[in-house]
């Protein structure tokens, strides 16, 4: 007998969250600005736009959203270099828009989480420009990391520190009369500088800006670079090249220095002060889980991202280790554990895991695990449709920094913020009345919201499906979990009421029914009491 579980039912719009602890079972929906949906023609994404698309969301049954940088900046890197932290750039629109999308988002349902970037400013920060005018040791220059260079005219950088962007962590300043003057750092592109944590001033400031976004009601933030704002005493040497491909595989001398915790410490006693149960999220690479979890320990931050399931393979014994070490180092400190398959800044997993059919075939199942995983999960915006990275943008129409530096990060992150297909024929796929600041594939209409809304096997209805089973059974989200025994390259978890299996191997496998089925990525063939699990899928079983 066969039978097909592929998703028919759509849920309502999201019901209003738990009031006590809503992020430890949250499904969190990570919204790029620039590449959601675009108001006012000029082909990039803005504030009014995610606000129109709101009730998009809100069906889809997640409970927050998360906003990447809308703060006035020159958009060196995507926003992350940030000019004014309580303003809003005009590519976006005015702080009268991100007022109305608060507003409007928590009439629906929706809880809104918005970044702050605390590791360093853009370089067109008026505490930047004042530096660069003051004489070096000037007060200005003490809110960041400027020193004389090494050699005998300071012509080298005062450290062997490499920016995670590719070539030195340092740039050197000119003097007024154009002479070589003293380095600054920065650990990412020259145009964001990186501030010193140890300035008084540096911390008054951020508690300042997270009262003003707090007081306009955000639900919290997402906390970037939060392992870099602290940097070794002494700013040591590493002795070695190619650092990026350190991080988060050992402590470095400028990411996740213990002195970290004492910032997330005074930050979570602010977001206490407040009412409703504001939260902070960690962007935390560490080389353990057991350090990732000192940011969620109970006086720190609320939740942390768990990199090492994101960068997992598709192998069920790798993905049994990385589940268990993630959730044995939280539950080391009471805290939920995240899970995320896909962000802003790495490929889209259906690429990941092969790409073409095999890809999608995976991330749909790879989809189900993760919402069936105790803690919280995030979404990055277009996973839901089954999007696939854009791996052949032309060179010329590329804007991440990563790209124009080739012994810095791996690739380029373009091909993950791509703006995602709404409904149409033709680009832009209903993302605007314009076009789009990337281009988008043709093949995309067939992956639009429009063309895969109704259709009970599209990823769009999984999603939905599964979203709407996760608010309906008592046992997800938040809570325990053990392993079932299953055969080699199967896993196969058990929930109060639930059990899901997961076939990660390239054939089908058999094994016996373990309750009813409600929810699978395939369709299942039933042999009394046994079942075919077809390859590289998940099914979900209420038991």
């Not at 605390?118 to 220059?141: I, M, Q, V």
Request: glycine letters at 10%; a negative charge.
């Amino acid at each position: 007998m066969t039978q097909d579980l592929a998703p028919s039912v759509r849920p309502a719009a999201a019901p209003s969250a738990p009031a006590d602890g809503w992020w430890r079972s949250a499904v969190i929906y990570q919204v790029y600005v620039r590449s959601f949906a675009d108001s006012d023609g000029d082909g990039i994404g803005d504030l009014r736009g995610i606000r129109q698309r709101l009730p998009y969301l809100a069906e889809l049954g997640v409970d927050a959203v998360w906003l990447t940088p809308f703060y006035a900046s020159p958009q060196a890197d995507g926003g992350y270099d940030v000019a004014d932290y309580r303003a809003v750039d005009p590519l976006f629109g005015e702080l009268s828009d991100a007022d109305d999308l608060v507003r409007e988002a928590h009439r629906l349902g929706l809880r809104v989480i918005v970044d702050i970037v605390p590791n360093h400013t853009s370089e067109r920060h008026a505490w930047f420009r004042e530096a660069l005018a003051d004489r070096p040791g000037g007060t200005a220059r003490e809110r960041y990391h400027f020193r004389p260079g090494r050699g005998t005219g300071g012509e080298l950088p005062p450290n062997d520190w490499e920016s995670v962007f590719g070539g030195p962590a340092w740039t050197r300043t000119t003097g007024p009369g154009g002479e070589p003057g003293e380095w600054y750092l920065h650990l990412f592109a020259p145009e964001q500088p990186d501030l010193n944590w140890e300035n008084p001033e540096v911390r008054q400031e951020f508690e300042s800006v997270l009262r003003f976004w707090l007081d306009l009601g955000v639900d919290g933030f997402r906390i970037d670079v939060a392992h870099g704002m602290v940097k070794a005493p002494g700013l040591p040497d590493i002795g070695r090249k190619e650092q990026a491909k350190l991080i988060g595989a050992q402590v470095l001398p400028f990411f996740d220095q213990d002195g970290v915790h004492e910032i997330h410490r005074g930050w979570r006693a602010l977001l206490d002060s407040y009412e409703g149960e504001r939260i902070g999220v960690a962007e935390a690479w560490a080389p353990t889980s057991e350090r990732l979890a000192l940011y969620v320990r109970p006086d720190e931050l609320h939740q942390a991202f768990n990199f090492q399931f994101l960068t997992c393979d598709w192998d069920a014994p790798s993905m049994r280790k990385v589940i268990d070490e993630s959730l044995a180092a939280t539950l080391s400190v009471g805290a939920p554990t995240t899970w995320v398959l896909s962000n802003h800044d790495v490929v889209r997993h259906t690429t990941r895991y092969g790409g073409g059919e095999p890809g999608l075939r995976r991330a749909r199942a790879a989809a189900l695990l993760m919402l069936a995983l105790p803690g919280s999960a995030y979404v990055y915006q277009g996973e839901e449709l089954g999007l696939p990275e854009v791996v052949d943008l032309p060179d010329e129409v590329r804007q991440d920094p990563a790209f124009f530096r080739g012994d810095g990060q791996d690739g380029t992150r373009d091909g993950c913020r791509v703006p995602i297909p709404w409904s149409g024929e033709s680009a832009p796929y209903g993302f605007g009345p314009g076009g789009s600041w990337l281009p988008q594939p043709e093949q995309w209409r067939e992956l639009s919201v429009a063309a895969q809304s109704g259709d009970p096997r599209s990823t769009l209805e999984l999603y939905r499906s599964a979203l709407t089973l996760r608010r309906e059974l008592a046992g997800l989200g938040d809570g325990e979990m053990r392993w079932l025994d299953a055969p080699e390259g199967v896993l196969a978890l058990s929930r109060p009421g639930f059990v899901c299996t997961l076939n990660t191997l390239g054939h089908e496998v058999e094994l016996p029914v373990p309750g009813r089925p409600v929810l699978a990525t395939a369709a299942l063939e039933f042999a009394g009491a046994a079942v075919r699990l077809p390859s590289d899928s998940c099914v979900w079983w209420a038991v």
